[in-house]
């Protein structure tokens, strides 16, 4: 293993570590906590040592850049597991569904109309969450929280999606913990196992909450340019 890949590897375990501790503390049952390296704005040269440290499930946020990074990448570490955390035009469908293994922010009609017929067309049925706008913000994607149980019914019964589980990112400068429990109570209403939500500021208390899944970027890569 090279320098930079050991650096990787001890970030990866700091990190590890911490997850598992707040799980410990109140969090789901062992192995269900899954790490989302969010690789957004890093180069492929950037990425790579975290491939080379054992990391397989990485997130970006946007279709472009990933295509420009990640197929070349796969050809050497065909077991990746690409997640889209980030907002889905429908003119970028096809794309997305050919690159991605996991969609992580469903969050209208048109969207779930669009991944349904890409994805029968394609032959890839990708699991896929709703993004839920949990403290209801103006500014924010997302389904309203009220409205986020009969959504995630709507994608799997009309349009047959692959409905695994709920993401959210909670508003700035709150505590975050009532949106993550308002979360976690939501994806129990509405029969999901999976509960994305956590970032590198707030992952402990999203674990402690019921967390899944915690999507980590900066505290992984370092800061975003
Ligand atoms: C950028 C991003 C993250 C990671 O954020 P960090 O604070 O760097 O950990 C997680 N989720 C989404 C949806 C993001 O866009």
């Known amino acids: 293993m090279g320098e930079e890949a050991a650096r990787a590897a001890e970030r990866l375990d700091i990190i590890r570590a911490s997850i598992e501790r707040a799980r410990r503390r109140f969090g789901p049952p062992p192995e269900t906590v899954k790490l989302v390296a969010v690789s957004k704005t890093f180069s492929a040269d950037a990425i790579e040592p975290f491939l080379e440290a054992g990391q397989r499930v990485f997130g970006e946020n946007r279709v472009q ?52 017929q890409e994805m029968v067309r394609a032959g890839r049925r990708l699991p896929c969450f709703v993004e839920v706008n949990i403290g209801g913000e103006a500014q924010k994607a997302g389904i309203a929280p009220d409205e986020a149980v009969a959504f995630a019914s709507y994608c799997r019964h009309v349009h047959g999606l692959d409905m695994v589980g709920l993401m959210c990112i909670p508003p700035d400068g709150r505590p975050p913990g009532p949106y993550f429990a308002h979360l976690a109570a939501l994806a129990a209403e509405a029969g999901l196992p999976q509960i994305s939500m956590g970032m590198s500021s707030d992952y402990q208390v999203a674990i402690e909450m019921g967390a899944t899944m915690v999507r980590i970027g900066s505290a992984l890569f370092g800061h975003r340019p």
């Open 65 to 116: 850049e990933s295509k420009a990074k990640w197929p070349a990448l796969r050809e050497r570490y065909a077991d990746v597991e690409l997640h889209l955390i980030g907002p889905l035009q429908t003119n970028k469908v096809k794309e997305a569904v050919a690159l991605f293994d996991v969609i992580q922010t469903v969050d209208r009609e048109k969207l779930a109309a669009a991944l349904s």
